[in-house]
């Protein structure tokens, strides 16, 4: 037994929006921005840290028992300032009751410096999940706009089979104001490209890189890959400033999902992960206001986890849009006009919602010791034999459904019209009418296969407050 | 063993108002408009009533809750009023209610009343509601038109019915209640359509287009019962009886069970074998003289006929195309142009259904009065498919 990464994952949203249809939307004002190339990936309406984050979770703890002594949120787009975000996402998961919940903010290193703390223990560390999710929004025209994107990455640590152990890590604070957001604005505020490559990451990562290289023992030129946060041209020039080849530097993802904030490292360690083999040695980078970085080194033990984990088959199940104002308002960068359904007073009863907190945040309903019906909701009466008391809790979020009925609505209000819902098919005699999510016009079928996903339920907008619940999806490529 | 309410009560009169888009009427003109109508065809006073039932469903956006809107309108001496609600069932409740009262001899005379007044909502369609419980946080924010769209989409796959089969029958459902429609002066939407334009109509809820949805409108009607002996007691001869009323609801079966494949009406089945029982009906098909059964939307109308036992399973659109359900057809349904064209004013729905029950019995129905009918089913079903109420009604001629 002895302490290291025990697993990883990651999640990038469905949507894609290729930079040409951003160009093109605003090249009267920006004829410049025509030259970008790739997508980015950003978040559907339904999505924001929380769901990406649960989604990361899944794909981090598939097949695994959910021991989770402790979970860590890290993001600079946190959707509550008060209620624990991880709160959320351990109740998402249906973590025990006991589960140690804590949310950091405030730095895109915040994953990273965690990820630092966490490798000062050597035995007695919790088993913790560190998640880390950014959506970070970006003015309409702006530079972010192109280079952003939403994704969500997880690492599982602790004591056990490691599939990574961290040999070493550093951190450097420098209180470069690079880019900053002010607590009460939407968006990033970015300084002068030139001087954040000069000035910063130029002189502050080479400082982290050397003393975790020298805390673990190690020289540069025994590091394999390099994961760096940052765009291509920067991550060449720190190559040749590490005196490393270029060809040791991780894809940054930028052609297809684009800088992820908070998330970024955590998900270029997951890709990283997916393809490496044991024995090798990971650089891992944050940067803002100063710098970690660690030294990871893989283990015979990777190999059993990476068919199922990390971001290739997300980022490869894609919804491309060339629309931009539909992207605009998927995010809302625009206020569109959804008619007067839209303004249904969304008022959450908190009472209702906290008895049934299990049944909606993990989606738990019931299973009837007396004739094995699976039921959602669970109630205290059996909806097939009819027997009092009988209902065992057991969620239906792990399981696929089959599509009944459905329809799509065109007249029901939905950010994102139609409004996909219908009836859905669960082992062992359970049936939900459920909201559909991520399909496009005319993808559902009855009969298709569904998994379920954590998302937005319902805004209330007067109360600044959003409903979460589970919806089905489409299945994943294998 | 309970013997039913088979021909023990009588409907003395009824009234109607004409319904629609009525920016001329509040809540209270409405009821006035078919109580007076129902009053002057009993030919009683209004202090001969002695109890009242108010059927209404959107309370707070229509006319209030509680006993008052009736009692108000109709400046009532003070007697019981009392309101129900069940969905689009809510009419028929009401009628219900003053039934079995009357059966019951806890009054001679009793009244039941529905009315909705829906278009100061502001709303085209059904006006939302303000969210706020348990199923708030997980059901999907559907409409009625996505609810029962799903009909379709698994009524189609069960049968292996190509969907645009299935829309042709839906077309001919719509196109047939429009040609009646036309032939009633109450009604609210008066126009002759298409198959080509009921196929060509908007999508609003696949496979839904705006011709396959009712009208949402505002209206009253009402009934005055009382029992056969005191309509005989009254100089009536020949009345109009009720010869069955029946009711049943969901209980979560449909929507949490795979037992139920999403393509049929469960509770409408259950209410129609009862209501069947109750009136001694054994094969509808050939028994029943005429429906109006809850055409919300076309495919509602479609899977209605199989549900009641008229159409047989998997047969109902080679009964709608075969023309078995239009006015000279072997069962006429929605003689009156249905929820579709008469309108749909939820409270007044099953009472209005009676209404033209009890015009075509006793020969009343002018154009569209068919030939020496003797008995009628009006079907209504509350909510949604997966969760719903439904109530099957049987009315027929009885020699006092």
């Known amino acids: 037994m002895s302490f290291g990464i025990l697993s990883f994952g990651a999640y990038v949203p469905t949507f894609r929006i290729t930079r040409q249809a951003i160009a093109q939307a605003i090249s009267w004002a920006s004829p410049g921005a025509k030259s970008q190339k790739g997508e980015r990936s950003f978040a559907n309406w339904d999505e924001d840290s929380i769901t990406l984050a649960v989604e990361a979770a899944r794909n981090c703890l598939s097949g695994l028992p959910r021991s989770v002594e402790q979970v860590q949120l890290a993001s600079t787009t946190l959707p509550f300032a008060d209620r624990s975000n991880s709160g959320v996402v351990a109740d998402a998961l249906r973590l025990a009751g006991t589960v140690s919940t804590e949310d950091l903010a405030g730095s895109r290193r915040a994953a990273t410096s965690a990820l630092v703390r966490m490798s000062r223990f050597t035995q007695g560390a919790p088993s913790t999940l560190l998640l880390a999710a950014d959506t970070r929004e970006t003015r309409p025209g702006s530079a972010q706009e192109m280079l952003y994107g939403h994704a969500a990455a997880a690492l599982l640590l602790g004591e056990g089979e490691p599939v990574a152990l961290i040999r070493g890590a550093a951190s450097v604070h420098e209180d470069m104001v690079d880019q900053y957001r002010a607590n009460d604005t939407d968006y990033d505020y970015s300084l002068e490209e030139r001087w954040i490559r000069e000035e910063g990451y130029n002189k502050i990562v080479p400082r982290a890189v050397q003393a975790a290289a020298d805390a673990a023992g190690i020289a540069l030129g025994e590091v394999h890959r390099f994961i760096i946060p940052t765009s291509a041209s920067i991550a060449k020039g720190l190559a040749k400033i590490l005196k490393v080849g270029e060809d040791r530097l991780v894809d940054p993802l930028a052609g297809q999902v684009g800088d992820c904030g908070a998330a970024h490292s955590l998900l270029m360690l997951s890709l990283a992960l997916e393809t490496a083999v044991p024995g090798e040695t990971l650089m891992v980078v944050g940067f803002g206001q100063g710098a970690d970085a660690l030294v990871i080194e893989t283990t015979p033990h990777l190999a059993a986890l990476q068919a199922s984990r990390g971001p290739a088959r997300y980022i490869a199940a894609k919804r491309v849009v060339e629309n931009y104002t539909m992207f605009l308002s998927l995010r809302e960068r625009i206020e569109f006009d959804f008619g007067m359904r839209a303004e249904r007073d969304n008022r959450t009863s908190q009472s209702a919602f906290y008895r049934r907190r299990q049944d909606i945040t993990g989606m738990v309903g019931g299973r009837c010791s007396a004739c094995n019906t699976l039921q959602y909701p669970r109630s205290q009466v059996c909806v097939k034999c009819g027997e009092m008391d009988t209902q065992q809790p057991e969620s239906l979020s792990d399981l696929h459904g089959r599509v009944k009925s459905y329809t799509e609505d065109w007249l029901a209000f939905t950010p994102l019209p139609p409004y996909i819902y219908g009836n859905v098919e669960f082992p062992d005699g359970a049936n939900c009418m459920l909201e559909f999510t991520d399909f496009a016009p005319g993808a559902v079928q009855v009969g298709s296969e569904v998994r379920m996903v954590f998302r937005i339920k319902d805004f209330d907008t007067r109360r600044n407050f959003r409903r979460y619940f589970w919806k089905p999806a489409p299945l994943l490529a294998q | ?400």
């Open chain 2, 1 to 400: 063993m309970a013997k039913g309410i088979k021909d023990k009560v009588a409907i003395i009169g009824m009234g109607c108002s004409r319904f629609g888009e009525r920016w001329d009427c509040g809540p209270e003109e409405l009821i006035l408009e078919a109580f007076k109508e129902a009053l002057a065809d009993a030919g009683i006073a209004r202090e001969e009533i002695e109890m009242a039932w108010l059927g209404l469903f959107y309370q707070e956006q229509s006319a209030g809750k509680s006993a008052l809107p009736l009692a108000l309108s109709l400046r009532l001496p003070n007697i019981p009023v009392t309101r129900v609600e069940n969905m689009c069932a809510t009419g028929t409740e009401a009628l219900r209610g003053a039934v079995y009262a009357v059966a019951a001899g806890a009054c001679d005379i009793a009244l039941a009343v529905g009315v909705e007044k829906l278009k100061d909502t502001g709303y085209a369609g059904l006006p939302e509601r303000t969210k706020g419980t348990f199923d708030d946080l997980w059901l999907p924010n559907a409409t009625a038109p996505g609810a029962f769209a799903q009909l379709a989409s698994a009524y189609a796959a069960k049968h292996k019915i190509p969907m645009e089969d299935l829309k042709r029958a839906m077309a001919h459902v719509s196109v047939k209640s429009h040609d009646n429609g036309v032939l009633n002066p109450k009604a609210h939407l008066r126009k002759r359509i298409t198959e080509e334009e009921a196929l060509k109509a908007s999508t609003v809820a696949y496979p839904l287009g705006l011709l396959d949805c009712c009208g949402v409108s505002d209206g009253a009607a009402c009934a005055i019962v009382t029992t056969v002996e005191k309509a005989r007691e009254m100089g009536f001869t020949d009345v109009v009886t009720v010869k069955a009323m029946q009711l049943a609801p969901s209980n979560g079966y449909e929507m949490s069970n795979t037992g139920w494949d999403g393509s049929y009406l469960l509770t409408t089945r259950v209410a129609a074998q009862k209501a069947y029982q109750e009136a001694g009906i054994t094969n509808p098909r050939e028994e029943i003289s005429m429906m109006e059964v809850h055409d919300c939307f076309s495919v509602t109308e479609l899977v209605v006929m199989e549900d009641l036992g008229v159409s047989p399973e998997g047969g109902a659109s080679k009964d709608i195309l075969d023309g078995v359900f239009d006015r000279d057809g072997k069962v006429p349904c929605q003689v009156d142009g249905g929820l579709k064209c008469f309108g749909h004013p939820i409270g007044a729905t099953g009472l209005r259904m009676a209404y033209e029950m009890y015009l075509q019995l006793l020969g009343r129905a002018g154009d569209r009065q068919i030939s020496n009918p003797t008995i009628g089913l009006t079907h209504n079903l509350g909510g949604h498919p997966f969760r719903n109420v439904a109530s099957v009604s049987l009315f027929g001629l009885h020699a006092t």
